[in-house]
């Protein structure tokens, strides 16, 4: 596959990530990490590293893409400073502690708990399960230790963490708006601390293909982040149009198969 083929393939890649994201209301994540193994697979890359492959890269995207996203809620003042500060200790220790037990993994293994971590989300969307709002204000320990548990999940499967941290906030006594706004927030140290620790722990691989440096592909980086930015926003503006409970089934659909592809 030529370069400027295998770029214009990540540009797509992106764009619907992007549409889905938007229009579904979660992170790319749970969308970029699947198509990428897809993607990896038919340019050759070894199947023994094509999953972390796929997760730091997507981690990757999500710094970005991330950035975008909490200053918007920063600047919309959703951000409730004291739970972010609280845990972010524990965010950037888990997001580092979950990528060395990725990179202990292998392939096959981490794909199939990637699958089941998919299904569950499927199911929760599918019963349409929402967090349960709560007044309970955990100390800094509690906060720290849910910050790693957060951290170290998100980075093992190449997400954000808006899927753990909206209902831990939400239990905390925050409004949908700060715990939106403050995961938000928790999603760019994730990503960050991830994905450079993926590029560390890849670093040198006699597997890996050309334009990546560690777990993280480049090329895929840069297609996805180009595109997934502008057509977020096409997303946003068909969920304005489509039926609600349409789209949560629709998209709980898409991650079953998702799931049970990547179990089997």
């Known amino acids: 596959m030529s370069l400027i083929a295998t770029l214009i393939g990540y540009l797509a890649l992106g764009a619907a990530a992007g549409t889905m994201a938007g229009l579904f209301g979660v992170g ?8 990428l193994v897809f993607a990896f697979g038919l340019q050759g890359v070894d199947a023994g590293i094509a999953m972390h492959l796929a997760v730091g890269t997507s981690l990757a995207t999500i710094v970005v893409t991330g950035a975008s996203s909490a200053w918007a809620h920063f ?61 309970a204000r955990p100390g800094k320990l509690t906060m720290g230790v849910a910050g790693v548990a957060i951290g170290g999940i998100s980075a093992l499967f190449g997400i ?7 209902p831990w906030l939400s239990r905390c006594g925050a409004s949908m708006t700060q715990a939106v706004g ?20 890849g670093w040198g691989h006699p597997l890996l293909p050309a334009g990546a440096t560690g777990f993280v592909m480049w090329p895929a980086f840069l297609g996805i982040v180009i595109a997934s930015v502008p057509f977020a ?6 969920a304005h149009v489509l039926p609600a409970h349409v789209l949560r089934l629709a998209f709980a659909t898409l991650l079953a198969v998702v799931g049970i592809r990547f179990l089997l």
Request: some cysteine.
């Open 75 to 135: 600047q919309k003042g959703s951000i409730h400073r004291p739970w972010f500060m609280a845990l972010l200790p524990g965010l950037m220790l888990g997001a580092v502690a979950g990528v060395f037990v990725a990179g202990n993994l292998s392939g096959g293994l981490l794909g199939t708990l990637f699958g089941l971590f998919v299904l569950a989300v499927a199911v929760k969307m599918a019963l349409g399960l929402t967090p349960k709002a709560g007044a």
């Open 233 to 238: 926003r096409v997303g946003a503006r068909l």
């Open 182 to 201: 403050t995961s938000a927030a928790c999603g760019l140290p994730i990503a960050l601390f991830g994905a450079v620790t993926f590029v560390v722990v």
């Open 28 to 35: 790319g994540g749970l969308i970029i990490v699947p198509a």
């Open 160 to 166: 954000g963490g808006g899927t753990l941290t909206v």
